[in-house]
């Protein structure tokens, strides 16, 4: 069993957008992996459209890799919206490990020369939230709302 765009379920499974889609297949040869390939495509053309249709997006990834974006999942899913960015209210957050937040620095710079309103600094916290960690997050949702 493989499967794909499990990327959009997390990026859609919260709160306002109730949206979780999986591709679940198997293929020998590659024939129906092919076909699975195109449905995926299709949800993230139709992911496309529900981010054209928000005025404000919250977007969430940890520092992976050596301070970057998940590379495999997260960072070509983001990339394929940033077009779209321009205008819209974005916020940022993450968890980070040991590094100094460069991946979030880097994160909002990019949105911003998306033409992205970043409204505020991208919340970060290292590893497990804590409560005021938490609050900076709903802070972030209620400007975001405004
Ligand atoms: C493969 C991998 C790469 C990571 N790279 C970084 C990094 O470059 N900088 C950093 O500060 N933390 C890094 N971390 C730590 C994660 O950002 C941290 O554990 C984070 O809390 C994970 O968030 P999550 O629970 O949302 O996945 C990495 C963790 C993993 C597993």
Same mark, same amino acid.
């Given at each position: 069993?493989?499967?794909?765009? *499990?990327?959009?379920?997390?990026?859609?499974?919260?709160?306002?957008?109730?949206?979780?889609?999986?591709?679940?297949?198997w293929? =020998?040869?590659?024939?129906?992996?092919?076909?699975?390939?195109?449905?995926?495509? =299709?949800?993230?053309?139709? =992911?496309? @459209?529900?981010?054209?249709?928000? $005025?404000?997006?919250?977007?969430?990834?940890?520092?992976?890799?050596?301070?970057?974006?998940?590379?495999?999942?997260?960072?070509? *899913?983001?990339?394929?919206?940033?077009?779209?960015?321009?205008?819209?209210?974005? =916020?940022?957050?993450?968890?980070?490990? /040991?590094? $100094?937040?460069? /991946?979030?620095?880097?994160?909002?710079?990019?949105?911003?020369? %998306?033409?992205?309103?970043?409204? +505020? @600094?991208?919340?970060?916290?290292?590893?497990?939230?804590? %409560? *005021?960690?938490?609050?900076e997050?709903? $802070?972030?949702?209620?400007?975001? +709302? *405004?």
């Amino acid at each position: 069993m493989k499967h794909c765009s *499990a990327v959009y379920s997390e990026m859609y499974g919260k709160e306002n957008i109730h949206m979780k889609t999986a591709v679940i297949y198997w293929s =020998g040869t590659g024939n129906t992996e092919k076909m699975a390939e195109s449905v995926c495509a =299709g949800m993230k053309e139709a =992911g496309a @459209d529900i981010i054209a249709a928000c $005025d404000a997006i919250a977007f969430g990834c940890p520092a992976m890799g050596a301070e970057v974006l998940k590379e495999s999942e997260f960072e070509p *899913a983001f990339s394929s919206f940033e077009s779209l960015l321009a205008g819209k209210k974005t =916020g940022l957050f993450g968890s980070y490990g /040991w590094g $100094d937040g460069a /991946w979030m620095r880097d994160w909002q710079d990019r949105v911003i020369s %998306d033409g992205a309103e970043l409204i +505020a @600094d991208g919340v970060i916290c290292m590893n497990e939230p804590d %409560d *005021a960690a938490l609050a900076e997050c709903r $802070d972030l949702g209620a400007k975001l +709302a *405004a």
